[in-house]
């Protein structure tokens, strides 16, 4: 059961994604914040994972010249991809607070309230 949570939390995750990537071509503010919320919860999330990988593996970093080659890439590998996801979050971050994304939906938000009234 504990499984599908999971798989509908992900999937409404990914939705929110999708949506609100879309909602930021058309400059929308939400749209904006939704995807700087979406991009600091895989920066942890992903981050935590890199972390206890890396102190699960340096107890035993005296032990790697006994241990298989291919084991010790696979071990890297698995340390670099979520490695490569949180450079990849934080350059998201970095580009959604930047003060060109910034300015431009709120000029957008200000012209829609404008053409509103």
Known sequence: MGNYALNL???G???LALMSAYYLWQ???????SLEVLSWLGLVAFGGFALLWLGMWLPMSG???SLPTGFIVMAC???????????????SI???????????VAQATAQTLVEAF
């Open 94 to 104: 970095r580009i959604l607070r930047g003060r060109t994304v910034r300015e431009a």
């Open 27 to 33: 400059l929308r503010a939400w749209a904006r914040t």
């Open 13 to 15: 995750l990914t939705v």
């Open 63 to 65: 032990h790697l010249t």
């Open 77 to 91: 590998a698995a340390f670099a991809i979520p490695v490569a996801f949180v450079f990849a979050f934080g350059a």
């Open 9 to 11: 939390v992900e999937t």
